[in-house]
Structures are given as C-alpha cells and as structure tokens.
C-alpha cells in the first residue's frame, strides 16, 4: 500500500521468514554456522534457543533454503500434544502419501517402523534427513521428550540417520536440562538475544535495502526510541516500523520523524510505543 511512496521494491518489515532479509550479526551467523555444521556433520541432534521473536524460525527457516537439495526435511512448526501424533505428523511431512491408514498401523510401533523406512529410503538415494521441531518449549509430556530421545536411536554403524534439530524459548533449555539422556545427545547449542541499539539501527536499515530503498526514510533520533520500545526483538521492530510507515505515507511525510513515530502507536493501537 505505501511501497511506491517510499519508493521501495516489497514491504521491507513483513513478518515472514524469508531469508534474503537476513541480516549478518555475529549471533544470528554463529547460530546458523553451528546448525548447518550440526547437520553436514551428521552430529545427530542441536538445539537453538531465544526469547519470543527474536529470529529462532528465521534461522530455521534459513538453513532449510540454504541447504542442497540431498536434504530431506520434516519441519513441525508446533509440536503435537502427545507422542503418537508427534510420530505421525513426521511420518507424514517426510513422506505423505506412505501415511499409515489403518487403525493398527496408526499405533506407535507401527510410525515407528514407517519412518525408519521412510529415514532407510533417503539414506538409499542419498539424502540425509532434517527433522525440526519449532515452538519445542511448548512441549509438556516427558513422553514426547522420550520420543524425541528414542528417535535418536536410528542409526548406521557410522552415522546418524537423522539430525533432530529443536527450537525454542528459553525454557526448552530448562526442560532438557532435567532429561540428562536426552541432553546428553544434543551435540551443538545456540542461544539468541535481543538486539542491541546499533544492532536495531542496522536491522532497519538492512531491510529497507534489500526491499529497494538505499535512501534513509527513519530519521537517526527515531532509531533509538524503536530500540527502547521493542527491546531489541525483531518480531516487535517489524511492527513498529510498519506502523511507522504506514503512517508517514497517510500524512504524506519525507521521513519519519518522532512525531510519526509517536502518531503510528495511537494510530494502530500499538502497546510497544510510547506516547
């Protein structure tokens, strides 16, 4: 809607994970390094952990398009409620159409038995396999800890048949911490943090960029008060900038100013920006 305005190419703060807009801080790179290093190397399980919207799926979603096509990938962006369901919606993600349809064929020996099928079928053409488990701090039943732990168990003589890779809050770190077989088989860990200030003003003007526009539009004091009102979580900063926009192209602004960004909070009923 304002995009020609701006004079931008895309929406430069969608809330989406698409990965040309990543942007190359030393954590957000060190995360993705040790994720694909966890997977080419065939370490077996890794773990990334980080507040609420600070980037955890961007990540994951980054690895997932920066990896060759000789990956095969199961990415669950919720877990399900119990173990039977977790196996099932792998099964059917790696490989649909051999989805078990029969009452006994649904009972867990029998998922079981599937995917190490489906896992024996890539290892046979050549494809190394990715499971992701998004949002894996939601998880409550140890069972289905016990099912990620056991799904481990599938390997070669020389490798790993799978790498499992979960992804969470901070809490998730707490959960495995007290499942010591299942902690002791995670290989890599990688935690992110909110951003930093200048962090924030470089993720701002990144973006604008890749969506087409080199020309500052956010004025330098406004950077600030942004950092201030999200604390740093990208997911926040996307919001406020888009309201910020918005706003700026329905009072015709050459820039935001801190006037347009104090009227985008009113405006849209932000609670992040103080008035």
């Given at each position: 809607?304002y995009?020609?305005?701006?004079?931008?190419?895309?929406?430069?703060?969608?809330?989406?994970?698409?990965p040309?807009?990543?942007?190359?801080?030393?954590?957000?790179?060190?995360?993705?390094?040790?994720?694909?290093y966890?997977?080419?190397?065939?370490m077996?399980?890794?773990?990334?952990?980080?507040v609420?919207?600070?980037?955890?799926?961007?990540?994951?979603?980054?690895?997932?398009?920066?990896?060759?096509?000789?990956?095969?990938?199961?990415?669950?962006?919720?877990?399900?409620?119990?173990?039977?369901?977790?196996l099932?919606?792998?099964?059917?993600?790696?490989?649909?159409?051999?989805?078990?349809?029969?009452?006994?064929?649904?009972?867990?020996?029998?998922?079981l038995?599937?995917?190490?099928?489906?896992?024996?079928?890539?290892?046979?053409?050549?494809?190394?396999?990715?499971?992701?488990?998004?949002?894996?701090h939601?998880?409550?039943?140890?069972?289905?800890?016990?099912?990620?732990?056991?799904?481990?168990?599938?390997q070669?003589?020389?490798?790993?048949?799978?790498?499992?890779i979960?992804?969470?809050?901070?809490?998730?770190?707490?959960?495995?911490?007290?499942?010591?077989?299942?902690?002791?088989?995670?290989?890599?860990?990688?935690?992110?943090?909110?951003?930093?200030?200048?962090?924030?003003?470089?993720?701002?003007?990144?973006?604008?960029?890749?969506?087409?526009?080199?020309d500052?539009?956010?004025?330098?004091n406004?950077?600030?008060?942004?950092?201030?009102?999200?604390?740093?979580?990208?997911?926040?900063?996307?919001h406020?900038?888009?309201?910020?926009?918005?706003?700026?192209?329905?009072?015709?602004?050459?820039?935001?100013?801190?006037?347009?960004?104090?009227?985008?909070?009113?405006?849209?009923?932000?609670?992040i920006?103080?008035?």
């Amino acid at each position: 809607m304002y995009e020609s305005y701006w004079k931008l190419n895309e929406k430069p703060f969608k809330n989406t994970p698409n990965p040309k807009f990543l942007c190359s801080f030393s954590q957000h790179s060190d995360a993705l390094m040790k994720l694909t290093y966890a997977v080419r190397e065939n370490m077996g399980a890794a773990m990334m952990t980080g507040v609420f919207g600070c980037g955890k799926t961007f990540i994951a979603r980054t690895l997932i398009h920066s990896l060759s096509s000789r990956y095969a990938f199961a990415y669950l962006s919720y877990p399900p409620a119990n173990g039977a369901e977790f196996l099932r919606a792998i099964v059917r993600t790696l490989k649909y159409s051999e989805l078990p349809v029969k009452k006994t064929e649904l009972m867990e020996d029998a998922l079981l038995e599937s995917l190490q099928n489906s896992l024996t079928d890539n290892n046979r053409e050549g494809k190394e396999t990715v499971i992701i488990i998004d949002e894996a701090h939601a998880i409550d039943d140890e069972r289905i800890f016990e099912k990620i732990r056991l799904l481990l168990n599938f390997q070669t003589e020389d490798k790993f048949m799978m790498t499992l890779i979960l992804v969470g809050q901070p809490e998730l770190s707490a959960k495995v911490a007290n499942l010591r077989q299942l902690e002791q088989r995670i290989a890599v860990k990688c935690h992110l943090e909110p951003l930093t200030g200048d962090e924030t003003r470089e993720y701002i003007v990144q973006r604008l960029k890749v969506a087409g526009r080199e020309d500052p539009i956010f004025e330098e004091n406004v950077f600030e008060l942004i950092h201030k009102a999200t604390g740093g979580i990208p997911r926040r900063v996307n919001h406020i900038c888009d309201a910020c926009l918005m706003t700026g192209f329905a009072r015709k602004k050459d820039s935001i100013d801190v006037e347009t960004f104090q009227e985008s909070g009113k405006i849209f009923g932000s609670t992040i920006v103080p008035s």
